[in-house]
Structure formats: structure tokens, C-alpha cells
């Protein structure tokens, strides 16, 4: 609300001054002198030139120079604060202008008038009279009028955070009406207005194009005031799309712009952005000092609702730098009670609700009974000035207040019906995940919290498609809220609603590469300029490779260029995605659709197992072609968790033991969780649907990312299949939705088949790779059956196992087979900032000389690869977010078009892999080749080439086949 009052404050500066240029001489002048005082924050000054202004135009008879004096006088005391005034002289100047028929001035009037309410806080009034501007424009044929009442209609909207689509429309409208009628000024000033609603939609692109047609205009139509507001605007855009030089050198233009300039209010606006956009930086040093400089100016120039403005944002950078402990909350809330009684001084009631929202939600922390009180005025007073979402956001509070430690209902559906009454999804949504963080089971049964829970699937949809950009938020809401959400879809399931219950749970796991591989999708058939964005992307590559590099050998790391990497991969999903079904999550019915193609003649369809860990609970989606099941394994998760991590560690150290002592270490491996995991993931839940040889997918949570689920087995000694890799050809999935959301296969001739190999095995400061060279050898020999083979080496080829080859030959071959060590490392740093792990590749250059293949270069190559094979150590997951899943080689992967990837969870022996691969390829090419490939011809390949390494007493433990994991599509 703030930054739209600022931007109104400063819009409309001038909107009376420098109007006329017609009239008595001498009137002129001292009308000129008071525009001149006004720049330099001279109210007094400027009061007395228009007091003679005004007396000579009245002694005229000059009605409409009068009028447009009186609007003067409203405009300087309104920058002052003096809300009544102001609309004292507005009213004087609307009923001289009605009298004498001047139906243009009696409009304009009316949207000062309209504006002057809106930042005094009287909501209703502020409408009321913009409505009658628009009446008038409408009755008198007043397209200039219409237009700016138009923009103040949007502006009100904006006011109160509602219908971005519907200000969008009356701005579109009025810039039209601007241009029919050569309103320069104002067709630039709501080009600015346009990109402020572009910006908020993550359309930065589009926000840029605005402003940059705006600013030459302002810097050209005598409105000098309005240039560095548009510069600072500007500068936030560069911000969010990572260009943080740019965005500085705006910021800097606009400061000094307005500082020579000697216009306090317009200099307050740019301060006011530019505090934010140094904060957004990191750099508290600069916005602390911008932010004392816009205190001075606000109380030299006198401008009481400035001054509130800035002790505001001025206490919450304070904040955010100082210690969350019991006396910093004490003293915020004591600093913004001082604020509020500041805005109550002056009538306005909207900063005081601001400001008393931050003591109320200290006064909660800190248990302080005056919290409850206030927040009940605190809804009177935003019910009073007519802002829904101020009013859900109190009653939001309230409701969290009164429901500790018990579930307070009548409160919930107060919050909950003025959600709905504000039509604002982000207060929908928000309020709605707060309720089923309290509200017991039960009171979810009803028809009205039913309907609630089936429209929340939608409402997450389109708030990520909406603002894709925030993944912080959209973490915030399945991470933070995930077993509310976990609740929500349980009752959804019993009550009947499959689909909902499905979405909801879907839309946990893995939106972000849901998004990539949108992103992707939508590459395939862009335009060539706007494919140029994407090299906005690839373009931060070779900053992040020193990033990591910094990171892999504890440097400080250069924190912008990650910040610009995220920013161009965000723009680029809300941006270049503009079918936002590719956003969605997938129903039910399209993932049961996508299992039953998998089905082939009288062979039945995959079974896809989803699991979903709870702090308590492990919730299992069993789902087939035909049917739905959500079984509930209460109690289950803390016994999965340590079996997952007590199976993963102990294969991890297995495969680091030297071969000497690896014998005695096999001895040691923990059956019991193995049966234990076996009994609650795969018996417990689905069973009786696993007939043998049924294909198995599999789309794990959490810590169940590491599990070798090839490897769980029954103790039942009655069953000759124990393995479970024994009885079923398995596939990893990244997500529940991954069947809808994976790229279609690639439709390829034979002639178009080209595989590429690339071995690094004699890295320079490596252990060699003794077997490495012979497996190439062997792979080459069975894909030469199905097209051409190119083959990179490091001794004996014509291309190196490089980064640039993989850059310039991966994109177009339909098989990648990679031999090389892999190293999986997350670091709390990336953790921290969403920004990704240090897995990689070691290869080697040219030159013979060793490098790494990043994770994030990985992810940029635009791959068309139908499998991408690492036979690598650990290249299935370098980290596992609760959101996103499995980080690292493999999910870099499939974000960059690769349909399935076969990795390994742990260090896997040499020889053994290549034997393991040696079967693979053997059984993927026959497959390939035969009259009818079966289902799942990848997973059943991979399967056999376990199968056979179990067979082997030297390999018969899971160390060495049971590291390896196919990812994506089974075919």
C-alpha cells in the first residue's frame, strides 16, 4: 500500500502547476514562484505566492484560472500532510468550477479530491469521487477526464491489492484515450503504472519495454518530478531480472536527479525504492544511510506522512539486522507504537493499521494480553477504511492468537470469509493453510470446509503460475504448512474427491523442475529472438563454475552471480512461459492415462507408488490406470527415516572401504531396516497389487531419495524371489506427476540416431579408472547397432572428454554414455540460497589438463537425449530438499531434456559397473531393435543387468548392483 501511496504522491505532482500559460502576466508569475518554492520544499513560500495568484485571478473574474489556483493550494498542503485542508481548497475549487460550467476543471477536481482521500485512508470517499469523475467525463464527452479518472479507479485498486487484471484493463484503456488525444505526460505516467502490475506479475520483459517508452518522454515534457521516480522503478526491474550493475546506475541517476532537483516529495520516493532495492542487495550499509537521508528530508521539508513513511521502513531495516531475541521484539513494538501515533496524528488511518499490525504480532510473540485487543480494533479500523485484505491479514493474526493452544473455529471462519470477500488468492491461500495448521480433523468435514479444500489444488496452481519467480514462497507453502496439507488431502481421500486429494499431493513434490522442464518444452518451438533469452541464462555459466569453484575450495563466493542466475532462470519460467498449463500439476486422470499407455497386449500396467514423509506419518499414493488408493502408515515415519539413513550410510561406507577390508565390511550390512523398509514401503501398502515381473515406479520423499529400493527384501524364507529387484523391473521418479510432466519421446529415423561416449579415466590427480576404457569399448560395440557413435577419450580419440565437447555433441545425440568420476557435495551456502550443490564431473580439457563438468552447466545444455547414462560415483543425489527432492547430476538432467538417466547412489566398484553395463546395453539395444519393444524396456534392462551381477557370487551383494538407479521413463 505504501509504495502505491508514494507513487500516487508524486504521479500528480504538477498535476495543477504548469497547466495554464495563459492568463493575467502577473498572476503567471507568482504561480511560477510558488511551483518554484514547492521544488524546494518551501510550503509557506508557495502559500503566499498562490495567495496572490488567487486574488487576482477572483478580482479577474477568471473562473477557470481560479480554479486551477485553488487546485494549487490543495496540492501544497497536501504535501504537507494536511489532509483536510487539502480537501477544504478542492472542494472550493469543484464548486467555482460547477458554477461556472467548466465541466473539465470540476472533473479534475474531483480526482485530486479522490486521490487526496485515498492518502488520507478514507477508502470510500476516494472511490465515491473518482466514480463521479468518471460520470462527468462520461455526461460531458471529457476523454482526457475519462482517461485520468481511469487511472485513479486502477490506482485505488492497487491501493488495496485487488484484481491486477482489472487495473490492467482501465490503464490499457486510459493510455488509449492518451494517445488519441497527445497526453504525453500522462500516457507515461501510466506506462509506469502498467510496469509496477507487470513487475508484480514476474513480467519483467514486458515492465522494461514500459518504462524505457516512459522515460524519454519525462525527460522531455517538463515534468522533471516524475524522471526519478521512473528511473528508481526502472532500477528495480534490472534488480529482479540479476542485472545489479544496471540496476545501481539507475538508482544513483535517480538519487542525484533528485537531489538537484530540490523536490522533497519526489526525492522521498526514489529514497524510499532506493532503501529497498540496497537492502534486497545485502547492503544494510547504504540503506541505512539512504534511509537517514529520507528522514532528514521528510522532517526539513515538514511532510508528517513522509516522516511516518520513513520511520516505518526505517524500523523494519533495524529489524531485519538485529537479534530475534525477547528485547528487540519488546523494542520494536514500543518504536512502531510511536509510528502509529505518528499516522494517527495526521488522519491517516491506513499507516496507522500498518504500523500497529508490527506491535500486534510482537505483543503475540512475546504472549502480551494487549495482542487479542488490538487486533479486534485493529479489524474495526480496516473494515472501516474498506480493505479486504488489510482486514483478512488482521483477522488471520486474530485467528492464530486465539487458537493457542486450542483451535479457535469462529475466529478461523471470520478470517476465512474475508479471504474470500477480498478476492485475492495470495490471502486465500494463506489463510487457508493457517486454518489446517489448527483446525482439528472433524471440522474438515464439513460441506463448506470441503469445498475449501477441492478449490485449494486451483489456488496453488495459479499463484505459482502467477508468481513462479518466489520460490521462497511457494517452499513457504508446502514445507512450512506440509502437515496441514498432508490432512487436507487424507480427508479429501475419504470423503470421495480423488483428483483434489491427488493434486494436492502432487503439488509438493518437485515444482521447480516441473518448471524447468516447462521451460524447456517451451524451447522447442520458440521464436529465434526470443530464444536469445535463454542465453541470458547459459550466459551466467561461467561465473557460477568460479562460484563453485570458490565454494569446492573455501572462498568467499561472489553472491550476485548467483542472485543473477536465479533471476534469469525465474524470469525465463514467467516470461517465456506463456502457456501456463505447463505449470499446473497434472490430475489424476492424466497420470492414471499416462500408466495405462505404458500397458502392452495382456501385460499389465506400471505401478506407481508415490510416498509422502510427515513428521508422524508416511502417506503411500498407490495408483494404477484404474485405480486410487491413499493408505496411511501413522506412526511409520521416524522408524523409515532411520532405517532410510542407516541403509544409505552403511552402503556408503562399504563402498569407500580399500578391497582388502571390504569382505569383513559385507558381513556387517543392516538387514533388519532393509526388511523393516521393505515391510512398510512395499508389503504394507501394495502387495497384493505386485504380481510378478509387474513393472515398478517408484517417486520417493525426503530421506527415501537414498534408498536402494532395488536392494529392500523380505525375511519370509517361503518366498524364492526375495530381492524385490527379483520380482520387478523398478524406475525412480522425480515427482508423482513425472508421466505428464516428462518430454514425449524423440521420433528419430535410424539414420538419426547418433550416441555419444565419453570416457575420462586418466585424469590428471585421479585414481585411474582401470576398467573404464574397456567399458567404452564394449558399449560402442553395442550401440553401433542402433547409429552412428562418436567417441571422446582422453588418450587415443579425436575429441576430449571435455566440457566444450559435451556442450557441442550432447545436445544432439539421442544416447549419452559418460565414464568419469562424479563427486556429490552439497554445501550449506547454496542450501541457504536455493542455490543448488557442487556435484560434478571430472573431465578433462584439450590440453590434458583436469576440469569439472557443473551441475549447472549440466542443466543448461539442451538435450535431446532419449537416456543419458553417468557411470559415475554417486550421481543420483548430491543433496534432498524437502520441496524439490533429489539435487545434483541427475536432476540437472532431466531439467535439461534428458527422458531417463541411469546414476548411482553411492562410489560403485569399476569392474563391476562394467560388467553392469556391458548386460544393460546388451538388453537395451535388443530391446530397441525387436518387432515389439516391451514395457519398460529400460527398467527391465537395467533389472537383467542386476539380476546377473546377483547371480555372481564375487558381486552378489547389493554394494555392487544395487547402487544403480534409473531415473525418468522406464522407456
Not at 489463510?431 to 495448521?437: A, E, G, R, V
Not at 541470458?536 to 563454475?545: A, I, K, M, R, Y
Request: aromatic fraction near 6%; proline fraction near 5%; charge should be negative.
Amino acid at each position: 500500500m505504501i509504495r502505491w501511496l508514494l507513487a500516487l504522491w508524486l504521479a500528480l505532482a504538477g498535476a495543477a502547476f504548469g497547466q495554464e500559460d495563459e492568463g493575467d502576466p502577473t498572476a503567471l508569475a507568482h504561480l511560477k514562484a510558488a511551483e518554484a518554492a514547492l521544488n524546494q520544499g518551501d510550503f509557506d513560500g508557495a502559500l503566499e505566492e498562490l495567495a496572490v495568484s488567487l486574488e487576482i485571478y477572483r478580482a479577474l473574474g477568471d473562473a477557470r484560472s481560479e480554479v486551477h489556483t485553488l487546485r494549487s493550494f490543495a496540492q501544497v498542503v497536501g504535501f504537507s500532510g494536511q489532509c483536510e485542508a487539502e480537501l477544504g481548497w478542492l472542494e472550493q475549487a469543484y464548486e467555482v468550477a460547477r458554477a461556472a460550467g467548466l465541466h473539465d476543471k470540476a472533473g479534475e477536481a474531483l480526482l485530486d479530491a479522490s486521490n487526496a482521500h485515498l492518502r488520507c485512508g478514507q477508502i470510500d470517499a476516494a472511490r465515491g469521487a473518482a466514480d463521479q469523475a468518471l460520470a462527468l467525463s462520461e455526461a460531458e464527452a471529457l476523454p482526457v477526464v475519462r482517461a485520468r479518472a481511469l487511472m485513479t479507479q486502477a490506482t485505488l485498486l492497487g491501493s488495496l491489492n485487488l484484481d491486477p487484471e482489472r487495473r490492467a484493463a482501465l490503464l490499457r484503456e486510459a493510455l488509449l484515450l492518451c494517445e488519441e488525444h497527445e497526453q504525453a505526460l500522462m500516457g507515461a505516467l501510466i506506462r509506469r503504472n502498467l510496469a509496477e502490475l507487470e513487475v508484480d506479475a514476474g513480467r519483467y520483459a514486458e515492465a522494461a519495454v514500459l518504462l524505457d517508452e516512459a522515460i524519454p518522454v519525462l525527460r522531455t515534457t517538463g515534468a522533471p518530478q516524475n524522471l526519478p521516480t521512473a528511473l528508481a522503478h526502472r532500477a528495480h526491474v534490472a534488480f529482479m531480472v540479476g542485472d545489479f550493475g544496471r540496476a545501481i546506475e539507475l538508482t544513483d541517476e535517480a538519487l542525484a536527479l533528485s537531489r538537484r532537483m530540490q523536490n522533497a516529495a519526489g526525492h522521498l520516493n526514489v529514497l524510499y525504492t532506493s532503501v529497498q532495492l540496497y537492502a534486497w542487495l545485502g547492503d544494510y550499509s547504504t540503506a541505512t544511510a539512504l534511509s537517514e537521508e529520507a528522514l532528514a528530508v521528510s522532517e526539513a521539508a515538514d511532510i508528517p506522512v513522509a516522516v511516518c513513511h520513513v520511520r516505518l521502513q526505517r524500523e523494519m531495516l533495524r529489524y531485519w539486522q538485529s537479534p530475534m531475541d525477547r528485547a528487540s521484539k519488546q523494542q520494536h513494538a514500543e518504536v512502531c507504537q510511536d509510528i502509529a501515533d505518528c499516522y494517527a496524528q495526521i488522519g491517516y488511518r491506513y499507516g496507522q493499521i500498518t504500523a500497529q499490525r508490527r506491535v500486534a504480532v510482537m505483543w503475540n510473540h512475546l504472549d502480551d494480553p494487549r495482542a487479542a485487543p488490538l487486533l479486534e480494533e485493529l479489524v474495526e479500523q480496516a473494515e472501516d477504511i474498506g480493505d479486504p485484505v488489510q482486514e483478512t491479514s488482521v483477522l488471520r493474526m486474530l485467528a492464530e492468537h486465539n487458537s493457542a493452544p486450542l483451535h479457535d473455529e469462529p475466529s478461523w471462519q471470520r478470517a476465512l470469509a474475508a479471504a474470500d470477500r477480498s478476492g485475492n488468492a495470495h490471502s486465500k491461500i494463506t489463510t487457508t493453510l493457517n486454518w489446517l495448521d489448527t483446525v482439528p480433523p472433524d471440522k474438515l468435514r464439513t460441506p463448506q470446509a470441503l469445498a475449501r479444500l477441492r478449490d485449494l489444488p486451483d489456488l496453488l496452481d495459479d499463484d505459482a503460475a502467477t508468481y513462479g519467480r518466489d520460490n521462497e514462497q511457494i517452499e513457504d507453502y508446502h514445507v512450512l504448512h506440509r502437515p496441514g496439507l498432508h490432512e487436507a488431502a487424507l480427508t479429501l481421500y475419504e470423503e470421495g474427491f480423488d483428483d483434489a486429494a491427488f493434486r494436492l499431493l502432487a503439488s509438493m513434490q518437485a515444482p521447480g523442475l516441473r518448471a524447468q522442464v516447462a521451460m524447456r518444452r517451451w524451447l522447442e518451438t520458440a521464436e529465434a529472438d526470443e530464444q536469445i533469452r535463454w542465453q541470458s541464462l547459459v550466459d551466467t555459466t561461467p561465473g557460477l563454475d568460479v562460484l563453485r569453484t570458490d565454494l569446492l575450495h573455501g572462498l568467499d563466493p561472489d553472491e550476485q552471480v548467483l542472485r543473477t542466475r536465479q533471476a534469469a532462470f525465474f524470469r525465463l519460467v514467467t516470461e517465456l512461459t506463456e502457456d501456463t498449463t505447463l505449470l499446473r500439476t497434472p490430475s489424476l486422470r492424466e497420470v492414471q492415462a499416462a500408466l495405462a499407455e505404458q500397458a502392452y497386449r495382456s501385460a499389465r500396467p506400471p505401478l506407481l507408488l508415490a510416498f509422502h514423509l510427515g513428521e508422524e506419518h508416511l502417506l503411500v499414493q498407490v495408483i494404477e490406470p484404474d485405480s486410487y488408493a491413499l493408505v496411511l502408515l501413522w506412526g511409520a515415519a521416524p522408524q523409515v527415516r532411520a532405517d532410510a539413513l542407516l541403509v544409505s550410510e552403511a552402503m556408503e561406507e562399504l563402498s569407500t572401504l580399500p578391497p582388502a577390508a571390504r569382505e569383513l565390511g559385507l558381513s556387517f550390512f543392516p538387514d533388519d531396516a532393509i526388511y523393516r523398509l521393505f515391510f512398510t514401503l512395499i508389503e504394507e501398502p501394495s502387495w497384493s497389487r505386485l504380481s510378478k515381473d509387474r513393472p515398478l515406479f517408484i517417486a520417493p520423499d525426503g530421506v527415501l531419495q537414498s534408498v536402494p529400493f532395488a536392494a529392500l527384501r523380505t525375511r519370509d524364507p517361503r518366498r524364492a524371489t526375495a530381492w524385490l529387484i527379483e520380482r520387478h523391473p523398478i524406475a525412480v521418479l522425480p515427482s508423482v506427476s513425472w508421466l505428464v510432466v516428462q518430454r514425449p519421446p524423440p521420433e528419430r529415423l535410424k539414420s538419426e540416431h547418433r550416441s555419444l561416449l565419453m570416457g575420462a579415466t586418466a585424469v590428471p590427480g585421479s585414481p585411474r579408472l582401470p576398467y573404464g576404457d574397456a567399458e567404452l569399448d564394449t558399449v560402442r560395440g553395442h550401440l553401433a547397432a542402433l547409429g552412428e557413435v562418436q567417441v571422446a577419450c582422453d588418450q587415443g580419440c579425436a575429441a576430449p572428454p571435455s566440457a566444450a565437447t559435451w556442450a557441442a555433441e550432447a545436445p544432439g545425440a539421442a544416447i549419452v554414455h559418460v565414464v568419469a568420476h562424479g563427486e556429490a557435495r552439497s554445501h550449506p551456502w547454496l542450501d541457504e540460497r536455493s542455490g543448488g550443490t557442487l556435484a560434478h564431473l571430472q573431465l578433462v580439457d584439450a590440453e590434458g589438463r583436469p576440469e569439472r563438468l557443473w551441475e549447472h552447466r549440466v542443466e543448461t545444455t539442451l538435450l535431446d537425449a532419449d537416456l543419458v547414462t553417468l557411470s559415475a560415483c554417486r550421481t543420483f543425489a548430491a543433496d534432498s530438499w524437502e520441496l524439490e527432492g533429489a539435487l545434483g547430476l541427475s536432476r540437472a538432467l532431466l531439467a535439461a531434456g534428458a527422458r531417463s538417466v541411469l546414476s548411482t547412489h553411492w562410489a560403485v566398484d569399476d569392474q563391476a559397473t562394467a560388467a553392469l553395463m556391458d548386460r544393460f546395453y546388451a538388453e537395451l539395444v535388443a530391446a530397441r531393435t525387436a518387432e515389439e519393444t516391451p514395457i519398460a524396456w529400460k527398467a527391465r534392462a537395467l533389472r537383467s543387468a542386476q539380476l546377473e551381477l546377483l547371480s555372481r557370487p564375487e558381486t552378489a551383494h547389493p554394494l555392487y548392483w544395487a547402487g544403480f538407479v534409473l531415473v525418468g521413463a522406464a522407456d
